[in-house]
């Protein structure tokens, strides 16, 4: 009898898969994106061109990535969480009051932990996506990048105590991070998360788009256009003590006058879900949360 581990369930190496791309509306309006719409309400009114992508596996890598050079990062060997915990009241990430409780401050800690000079952090959201047909959020197969400059500025307003301290926070550093785990409990099987290094995206392939409220709110997410020099790369089989931390935005990308070593190359990650061709026919669905904090300093 042959027994299947869960390390033979995880595709691992480089491989080509397919990724969706932006592509702008046929008329030239603004693109827009609608969450949650009712009923007859366009959802966007841009589509997707579908291409094959180079992913290539950082396993055993990791530590070569910084926020830094490529606006992403790799954690590991994280304690678990107290929301995994039922003797702390844990809903092991199924209560939104119990995850706020408890997981938040276990982020905060480790962004300030992490990020050198940070010294304020404000969490604003977070999402849990489950593969099941049932879920209410799934793994996003569109390339895109969550924030944008001006939604950033949007968001320090909108988060911050009060005006003033949102204008006092705006003088100085300020970024948008998410923070990606796993809920799986053992590796991840199935759609693993992709990222790009910022280094290698050009500005002029970041299309802001207006991302509307069903309470009124507009921000702005950003569609990404393919281009030959990005470089894309996912952390196969990734497990529960690992992070992924994905800057959407931080002003200091292309600020003059930075000495060498402190300079940002580019600040902001597009990423993507996608489904690996060697994915087992009955790989388990991949469940994930990602937390949105706003990180200032230093």
Not at 202 to 215: F, G, L, S
Not at 224 to 251: A, N, P
Request: hydrophobic content about 35%; overall charge negative; some cysteine.
């Amino acid at each position: 009898m042959t027994i299947t581990t869960s390390e033979d369930r995880v595709p691992r190496g480089d491989v080509v898969a397919p990724f969706n791309f932006y592509e702008p509306p046929s008329d030239g309006s603004i693109p827009f994106n609608n969450i949650d719409p009712a009923p007859g309400v366009p959802e966007r009114n841009f589509s997707y061109q579908t291409l094959p992508i180079t992913i290539h596996d950082i396993r055993g890598l990791e530590s070569s990535f910084t926020l830094d050079n490529d606006a992403f990062q790799i954690l590991q060997g994280l304690p678990p969480s107290a929301e995994e915990d039922p003797a702390k009241n844990g809903s092991n990430f199924t209560s939104d009051a119990s995850i706020s409780l408890l997981y938040y401050p276990e982020v905060t800690r480790l962004l300030l932990d992490t990020i050198p000079g940070s010294n304020k952090v404000i969490i604003f959201d977070h999402t849990i996506r489950r593969t099941s047909p049932s879920a209410p959020r799934g793994p996003v197969q569109r390339v895109h990048i969550d924030q944008t400059a001006f939604s950033a500025a949007q968001r320090v307003r909108r988060h911050a105590s009060s005006p003033e301290e949102a204008e006092r926070l705006l003088q100085g550093r300020y970024r948008i991070v998410n923070v990606w785990r796993p809920l799986n409990k053992g590796p991840v099987e199935s759609f693993p998360l992709a990222f790009a290094s910022s280094q290698t995206v050009n500005d002029k392939d970041i299309v802001p788009i207006e991302h509307r409220y069903k309470d009124g709110y507009t921000g702005q997410t950003a569609g990404v256009l393919h281009d030959e020099g990005q470089k894309w790369y996912f952390l196969s089989g990734m497990t529960g003590d690992e992070r992924i931390l994905l800057e959407c935005f931080d002003s200091w990308a292309g600020k003059e006058g930075l000495e060498e070593g402190k300079k940002v190359k580019g600040g902001r990650v597009p990423h993507t879900a996608f489904k690996d061709p060697r994915q087992r026919a009955d790989a388990e669905g991949r469940e994930s949360i990602e937390v949105r904090a706003l990180v200032f300093g230093p």
